[in-house]
């Protein structure tokens, strides 16, 4: 049987390749952090088939025992601080998560062995303020936020690992990915849970940022497969992996609200609070390399990811209305 560590297993592509792996005959194993164990709802229905060790990309000795502890033949780097905003507010704790978090993971893998194949989780916001459309493994970087210059700091010290000492270690170039385990933070989620609220009357409005920027827009569940597959080659190499197509937040947005008949336009206001230090304005990948080499082909188009979220949070704000109105009946009997 395979064996496979996860960092950051308690998030949204973590739990989804922990699924996918879980399938595939792998024993699983994940790093938490002490705070990550509260917030496992995403692991929650698989975690009986987990192995969950306590560790921290911020202490290389927890990661050393996590890999001694799991003895994996592939680890997957997805733990990071990868919120953007979050970035600006907290610049020096993003590069210690996202940056430096790296390099203790690689040096513990190398340390440990150089036959692990490892797997580093990069991103489209490497690229930022774009010079070439689309882009590829050979575009420029460019970041426009200190979350982007970690995670190029991220993506070449992987380079520098592969190349200096032959590890197995490979880099994929993810572009936005999104899902109904999606974080609320996340503007996606915001919209899909903003649509839901406002299509049950718990609220009349929906506040965004800026509704031109256009994003390559994909669903996790497909580009965790894609993970795995990079892994599985004879030699190590970075993918670029995304839709090759490019929406509009004011495109998401209306396609949100279509899906529950209703126009956008009467309930989104655009609030300058939401509108970032450094745009990135035009994001879209060229995965052909990732589909040739790879045979990685997507599977859920962008209106059904889009669909697929909205139709999720409404069905569990539904759940939770039912819930509380179940309580409020049972408590007014009691009264009675």
């Known amino acids: 049987m395979r064996r496979a560590l996860i960092t950051g297993i308690t998030g949204q592509d973590g739990s989804y390749l922990a699924e996918f792996l879980l399938e595939k005959g792998y ?8 705070v990550s164990e509260e917030n496992g709802k995403r692991i929650a229905h698989i975690k009986d088939r987990l192995h969950l060790l306590q560790g921290d990309l911020l202490d290389q000795s927890s990661l050393a025992e996590a890999l001694r502890e799991s003895q994996p033949d592939e680890v997957y780097n997805l733990a990071a601080q990868s919120f953007v905003p979050t970035s600006w507010n907290q610049p020096l704790l993003t590069g210690e998560f996202t940056a430096l978090g790296v390099t203790r993971l690689l040096e513990a893998v190398r340390r440990f062995n150089l036959q692990t194949r490892f797997y580093q989780a990069s991103t489209s916001e490497m690229f930022g303020k774009v010079r070439i459309n689309p882009q590829n493994e050979h575009t420029p970087f460019y970041p426009r936020s200190p979350y982007g ?6 993506h070449w010290i992987t380079v520098n690992y592969r190349e200096s000492y032959g590890l197995f270690a ?6 936005n990915h999104e899902s109904p385990r999606r974080g609320f933070e996340f503007l996606t989620r915001k919209v899909s849970v903003g ?11 929906l506040r965004l940022g ?3 920027a256009r994003r390559d827009w994909g669903f996790a569940g497909d580009y965790v497969r894609a993970m795995w597959l990079m892994l599985q080659q004879e030699e190590p190499d970075d993918y670029v992996v995304g839709m090759g197509e490019t929406h509009s937040v004011k495109e998401f947005v209306e396609t949100a609200f279509a899906a529950v008949n209703l126009d956008w ?3 989104v206001v655009v609030d300058p609070q ?4 450094a745009e990135v304005d035009h994001l879209c990948a060229d995965s052909s390399k990732a589909r040739r080499v790879l045979r990685w082909e997507p599977k859920v188009s962008f209106p059904a990811l889009v669909q697929m979220m909205v139709k ?8 939770e209305m039912v819930v509380v109105e179940r309580i409020e009946r049972e408590q007014l009997e009691r009264e009675v």
């Open 265 to 267: 336009r009467e309930y």
């Open 195 to 205: 649509v839901a609220r406002i299509k049950l009357q718990l609220t009349k409005e």
């Open 27 to 34: 024993q699983v194993y994940g790093v938490v952090r002490r």
């Open 312 to 319: 999720a949070d409404l069905e569990r704000l539904q759940a």
């Open 274 to 277: 939401f509108f970032r230090p």
């Open 149 to 154: 210059v970690a995670k190029v700091y991220g």
């Open 170 to 175: 490979c880099s994929g170039i993810l572009f």
């Open 210 to 212: 800026n509704l031109e």
